[in-house]
């Protein structure tokens, strides 16, 4: 069954979110008679466990939003809560997308579970998502992420596309700020477009309070530029979580699809892999892109024509 739920949330940075909570309940089969006892204790606790997925809709993109929505809804059987996120309205003057920072306010948004993914809406998953929700955080750790130098296999697309992969891709290094913090510029780094989190561990150890502390230090000292990687979204976070984070299994976050229209990887090695990410600035709805039939799959059109295809033909 589907269920719909409104959650108004306003969340700091003056970032004024309307954040809508999908959520999908597998219809589960009943218990049989002929089960053992021990399987019908257990079976309530397991049907009744949701998985909470957040996912931002940037505007004009909830086509792409659906698109992963409908990946990880036919791959499960587990019971999903979507919190879908975008912008109640415009706001022209802010000058970092908005969307980009609502993973450091996971626990505003987040309230009753302990454990939270978040995705990047960019995505699609072709595995069971409970298995990325099993994904063990050592202890005092608040979040797991992919480490940019954890599969050798994407590190051939990584340089043929002049991509970076260490820290100093986002910190400058010539500010002394960054010097101070003892971090070595060749230290891999790591990409949060999927974050499996501890809502407790964060909450505790106040990390939004730390993330926002990054980004008016970086307002005031400048001490990372979008020119130098992934968004001054990331560098707080490549910061903040430095040897204070697990990894999530690589074959749980192959990306870069979006970086180059003419660098592919084998077809063979993704249809091996659990979930795609097109970052970067060619996504699979517009052209030119790269392995676009893969997420052409999940893919369900607008009926009020707003989110269509940008295709070489159309």
Same mark, same amino acid.
């Given at each position: ?14 970032? $004024? ?17 002929? =089960? ?14 949701? $998985? ?5 809709? @940037? @505007? ?23 919190? #879908? ?16 920072? !609502? ?17 990047? /809406?960019? !995505? $699609?998953?072709?595995? /069971? ?12 750790? @608040? ?11 994407? &590190?051939?697309? !990584? ?14 290094? =010539? ?7 003892? $971090? ?12 499996? @989190? ?22 005031? +000292? ?17 910061? !903040?979580? &430095?040897?204070? &984070? ?7 976050? #192959? ?8 660098? =592919? ?15 970067? =600035? ?13 997420? +052409? ?18």
């Amino acid at each position: 069954s589907l269920y719909f739920v409104s959650v108004n949330q306003i969340l700091l940075l003056l970032l $004024i979110l309307t954040v809508c909570a999908i959520l999908y309940n597998k219809v589960h089969k009943a218990p049989s008679a002929l =089960r053992n006892e021990a399987d019908d204790l257990e079976s309530p606790k397991e049907m009744e466990e949701e $998985i909470p997925v957040v996912i931002c809709a @940037a @505007a004009g993109r909830m086509g792409a939003t659906v698109a992963a929505i409908s990946s990880i809804y036919s791959n499960t059987e587990a019971n999903v809560l979507f919190y #879908i996120v975008g912008l109640k309205n415009t706001i022209p003057h802010i000058r970092y997308k908005p969307l980009n920072f !609502v993973r450091f306010y996971l626990p505003l948004l987040i309230q009753k579970h302990e454990k939270v993914i978040y995705l990047d /809406d960019d !995505v $699609i998953v072709q595995g /069971d998502i409970q298995e990325l929700y099993d994904t063990r955080l050592a202890p005092g750790h @608040a979040a797991a992420f992919s480490d940019d130098c954890d599969l050798p296999s994407t &590190h051939e697309m !990584v340089r043929s596309v002049g991509m970076q992969n260490t820290y100093m891709g986002f910190l400058d290094y =010539r500010k002394q700020a960054i010097r101070d913090l003892g $971090i070595s510029p060749s230290t891999c780094s790591f990409n949060p477009g999927v974050i499996v @989190a501890n809502m407790t561990e964060w909450k505790n150890q106040r990390l939004t309070k730390q993330l926002e502390k990054w980004m008016q230090r970086n307002v005031e +000292e400048n001490l990372y530029s979008s020119t130098l990687g992934g968004g001054v979204a990331t560098s707080p976070m490549l910061i !903040v979580f &430095h040897g204070k &984070h697990s990894t999530i299994n690589p074959m749980w976050h #192959i990306r870069h699809l979006g970086w180059s229209p003419d660098t =592919r990887y084998s077809e063979h090695f993704l249809q091996e892999a659990k979930l795609l990410h097109w970052n970067g =600035r060619y996504k699979p709805w517009d052209y030119p892109s790269v392995h676009t039939d893969l997420w +052409e799959n999940w893919f369900i059109p607008d009926p009020s024509g707003k989110f269509k295809l940008t295709r070489p033909d159309s």
